[in-house]
């Protein structure tokens, strides 16, 4: 989506040490992901939030890297 909204680098930040400190699994970590998207007014699948959340452990919770996945599992609302 080239009109996606790009999350305020703080915002991405605090995300990614809730994600990296919080000793989650994938499921609480696909919540956090779906809780930060629904906060901005986006929907989620639950499915694709575990996927991406996986992907974005990969490697090492990279700002740009959780963006992408973020843009990738958003629901226009």
Do not use: N
């Not at 995300?15 to 929907?43: K, P």
């Amino acid at each position: 989506m080239s009109a996606f909204e790009k999350f305020p680098q703080d915002e991405l930040k605090t995300l990614r040490d809730e994600l990296r400190h919080a000793a989650v699994d994938s499921f609480q970590s696909a919540e956090l992901l779906a809780t930060f998207l629904s906060q901005h007014g986006y929907g989620v699948s639950h499915h694709d939030a575990r996927f991406a959340a996986s992907r974005i452990e990969q490697v090492r919770f990279a700002l740009p890297h959780l963006q992408a996945e973020l843009e990738k599992i958003a629901w226009v609302m």
